[in-house]
């Protein structure tokens, strides 16, 4: 079975820090993209950030470019999303998500993942 698990969730005010993380088990996704998502109620999950097997491509919202950044540590089968200056408007539950298609590039669309977490919470209260 694969699990993707996500951590570091919380509340923050406008302006601070925070830093996901994401465990995988069951697989390795060493060649696979991973990413995130976010989703608030009654909208869309939203693509965040992604990044294919090695970090050499990375793909990014225009939404938070400047602010987050994806990385990877593939000894640990894991990815992480620090964000920085946080907004109330990045207030969501973000979801980590791998990809079943090997050496491919991180997609933006919902579809283009295979597996995902169970989602963590970050609100930031203005």
């Known amino acids: 079975q694969v699990l993707l698990v996500e951590s570091g969730g919380g509340l923050v005010q406008t302006g601070d820090s925070l830093r996901l993380s994401c465990v995988a088990s069951g697989r390795s996704f060493n060649f696979n993209p991973m990413g995130w998502f976010r989703q608030t109620p009654g909208k869309e999950r939203e693509f965040v950030a992604g990044a294919n097997g090695d970090a050499s491509t990375i793909e990014e919202a225009d939404s938070v470019k400047g602010r987050f950044t994806v990385s990877r540590d593939n000894a640990k089968n894991a990815v992480y999303l620090q964000m920085n200056l946080l907004k109330p408007e990045d207030t969501a539950i973000y979801y980590c998500?791998?990809?079943?298609?090997?050496?491919?590039?991180?997609?933006?669309?919902?579809?283009?993942?295979?597996?995902w977490g169970q989602g963590t919470q970050v609100t930031v209260s203005s």
């Open positions: 998500v791998g990809d079943d298609k090997v050496f491919g590039r991180p997609g933006r669309r919902s579809s283009d993942y295979d597996y």
